[in-house]
């Protein structure tokens, strides 16, 4: 793959500045919270904190997984913050959100793998905010469907668990992750009535072809909303960008996704797993 790519002039990234950032930062950082926005670097972060939302990352911020792609330290996590559902709950509330998206790093030294605390979660979220809608990002919990269970019981409105890239690239980049066992957990979901939902990043060598494959593959487990976006590379230990791929290619996948079947699709350049979350309730 090629390294160190120069950065096209479609990625610019909107920077926060405003009063609404301001509180969203506060919010957060005097409830100790984590944020994916924070962890995994994301170029939306400006934009969303100035509209006062923000993606909650829950179960820590160190993960038991090493992918390539991903910013989110790596390590042996600290034990689970009890007080993690009440205090995201809390910032919830005084943000005013009308739909809040939540995900985790993966929590594989633990034996139910976090699943209890991401119903304890979602329950003190709509136990505190009981008319705000529910977007969970969840990670495969190794492929034991009994704990994602868990989280269907809670009753999020949306669950997503993403297929990051296609399935050539899958193993070079995911450390654990594997394409057919994401391919099972959304299947099940889809098939407890819960709004499934998965994201992929393109820019990493994948050919339209593959690109269209992965869609047919998740349209085929049930999932109705896809997300696909530029992959940028967070710090020099992860792995490079392939390619930067053009806001038309995109475009492309948009239409295509859509005339596939997808019932919401969001497909440009600096697209994230949660961005415009809040349009596909």
Known sequence: MAEHL???????????GNARFTKTKNIVESHCLHTICTSGKCPNMG????????TFMIGGDICTRSCKFCNTQTGKPLPLDLKEPENVAESIRLMELKHAVITSVDRDDLSDL?????????????????????????????????????VVKASPEIISHNMETVRRISPLVRSAAKYDISLSVLSHIAKSGIIAKTGIMVGLGETDEEVCELMDDALNAGVSILTIGQYLQPSRKNIPVSEYVPPERFEFYRLRALEKGFKKVESAPLVRSSYHAEKHI
């Open 6 to 16: 120069r950065k096209p002039d479609w990625l610019k990234i909107r920077l926060g």
């Open 47 to 54: 934009e969303c904190w100035s509209k006062g939302t923000a």
């Open 114 to 150: 976090g699943a209890e605390h991401w119903v304890n979660t979602i329950l003190k979220i709509k136990e505190v905010n009981p008319e705000t809608t529910i977007e969970v990002l969840i990670p495969d919990f190794q492929g034991r469907l009994e704990l994602v269970d868990k």
